[in-house]
């Protein structure tokens, strides 16, 4: 019984590491190819390139939203991540909340 915990700790243990490294992939690649469309001040809002698009399409979105944070939000243009993610056709439902944020709906 004690190797079978054992086991399940250990299993669990790689799921939420795999998870974590997974997100810390999609935070990385946000940053490299989106940081300059979703960045205070919130005007202008740029059209993101097909990069940044390439990455919202595959990226962990509640993943994502759960690491934000206050001081995040500081840097993080809300309204411009949502614009992006409208423009990049994965727009946020209506209440979705991100960090501190909720998405309204969609103009």
Same mark, same amino acid.
């Given at each position: 019984?004690?190797?079978?915990?054992?086991?399940?700790?250990?299993?669990?243990?790689?799921?939420v590491a795999?998870?974590?490294?997974?997100?810390?992939?999609?935070?990385?690649?946000?940053?490299?190819?989106?940081?300059?469309?979703?960045?205070?001040?919130?005007?202008?809002?740029?059209?993101?390139?097909?990069?940044?698009?390439?990455?919202?399409?595959?990226?962990?979105?509640?993943?994502?939203?759960?690491?934000?944070?206050?001081?995040?939000? @500081?840097?993080?243009?809300?309204? @411009?991540?949502?614009?992006?993610?409208?423009?990049?056709?994965?727009?946020?439902?209506?209440?979705?909340?991100?960090?501190?944020?909720?998405?309204?709906?969609?103009?």
């Amino acid at each position: 019984m004690t190797k079978l915990m054992c086991l399940c700790f250990i299993i669990l243990t790689i799921a939420v590491a795999v998870s974590a490294d997974e997100c810390e992939g999609d935070r990385q690649a946000m940053i490299k190819e989106c940081a300059k469309y979703q960045q205070w001040p919130a005007n202008p809002k740029l059209d993101p390139s097909d990069a940044c698009c390439a990455v919202w399409q595959k990226a962990n979105i509640p993943c994502l939203c759960a690491g934000v944070t206050k001081e995040k939000e @500081k840097i993080w243009c809300m309204e @411009k991540v949502g614009y992006v993610a409208n423009f990049c056709k994965k727009p946020f439902p209506h209440g979705y909340k991100c960090g501190s944020y909720t998405f309204p709906p969609l103009a």
